[in-house]
């Protein structure tokens, strides 16, 4: 599955429609070729044409496409899909997935969810055990409260209809923290226009009460679990409890503050997918030694290895449970672990435990 030479990867995604088993139209596009890769919309912002503007997703879409067949779609009540829709629920959004892969023709596939797509991303991979090949996820959770229920987040999501500009600014710098002033205005512009206020509501209090725990621990195929070490809003236990909950997962640590996939790093983060969808080493998984933990990290890597929980850590220790969570986030990058039995194992190889 070779990429293509750099200059033949001049892309530009062409709108189709599907049309849901309820009778919405869903707007999709496909782009490159190979095995499929599902990018599940970032409801209730997708808009997959709009994304293509943004320099740094559109490289990040060019290089996958350059392996794999790309396909995007927006999902009901936003981009270019039908805005005038009334069921938001989980069921709604798996049968938007369902209409875009019959009209894509496409039978095996895999998925790649952020943030709230994580819930339909998983519960697809649960109940397509023989379509879907390999599942990704990165910012989510099991529970669509989970990464919603901070007391700053809230306080964002109080101003959705009260102050839809104020909102759409906010979120795009102080949430997300767009690194590039020139795109973080282009995507103040495309979330503002993506939606409309009533929907972005109704989306994100459908999804907080969505739980697919059940589904996660349904799922068969090969999970990735990508996290941000330094990220703000979503925590490393958030991510871990993917990994526990769901069989066949792993955790991979991305350096980083960005709360968004391919803000940072974005060639690594592409390489990361590509080499887990072909099954290849990543060539971030070398160990290095325990000489290379600090001596806190190896005070906390001690107590993960004893079965001790971050709460547990952090009383033993006199600290903070933040603080446990950077230093766990460090040393599992650090040893190329996956979770806490990843570690744990680690430990128990050095003679640390």
């Known amino acids: 599955m070779g990429a293509r030479p750099e200059n033949d990867l001049d892309m530009e995604p062409e709108l189709a429609y599907a049309r849901t088993r309820d009778g919405v139209s869903i707007a999709w596009t496909s782009t490159g070729s190979g095995p499929a890769l ?40 936003t981009g270019h899909s039908q805005r005038d829709v009334s069921d938001l629920s989980l069921e709604a959004m798996l049968r938007d997935l369902e209409a875009v892969l019959a009209a894509a023709g496409v039978r095996r596939y895999a998925l790649l969810g952020y943030y709230a797509s994580c819930l339909p991303a998983i519960a697809a ?10 599942l990704i996820l990165f910012g989510g959770a099991v529970r669509g409260w989970s990464p919603m229920s901070g007391s700053g987040t809230q306080a964002l999501l109080s101003l959705i209809e009260r102050d839809w500009d104020t909102f759409v600014e906010s979120v795009t710098h102080a949430w997300l923290g767009w690194p590039d002033p020139a795109e973080a205005a282009q995507a103040a512009d495309w979330f503002r226009a993506a939606t409309t206020p009533a929907i ?95 001596t806190r990290e190896l005070d906390v890597l001690r107590l993960v290895a004893a079965g001790e929980t971050n709460a547990e850590i952090a009383a033993r220790l006199q600290i903070s449970i933040n603080t446990v969570e950077r230093h766990v986030t460090n040393l599992y990058r650090k040893i ?6 990843d570690a744990a194992a680690y430990a128990v190889r050095n003679g640390l435990a």
């Open 336 to 341: 190329d672990a996956r979770g806490r039995a």
């Open 200 to 294: 972005a509501r109704a989306t994100l209090q459908a999804m907080s009460a969505m739980d697919v725990t059940a589904d996660a621990a349904r799922v068969a195929c090969p999970t990735l679990v990508l996290h941000r070490s330094e990220a703000p809003v979503i925590t490393l236990a958030m991510s871990e409890e993917l990994v526990a909950t769901i069989p066949e997962a792993q955790l991979r640590l991305l350096a980083g503050s960005s709360a968004t996939l391919f803000f940072e790093e974005t060639d690594t983060v592409v390489d990361e997918i590509l080499a887990f969808m072909t099954g290849s080493a990543s060539a971030g998984a070398t160990k290095p030694s325990a000489g290379h933990l600090t």
């Open 125 to 134: 991979a649960a109940r397509g055990p023989n379509e879907v090949t390999q």
């Open 38 to 77: 599902v990018l599940m919309p970032g409801v209730p912002f997708s808009d997959a044409i709009a994304e293509w503007q943004i320099p740094v997703l559109r490289r990040a879409f060019e290089r996958l496409a350059g392996s794999v067949r790309l396909i995007q779609y927006d999902g009901r009540g």
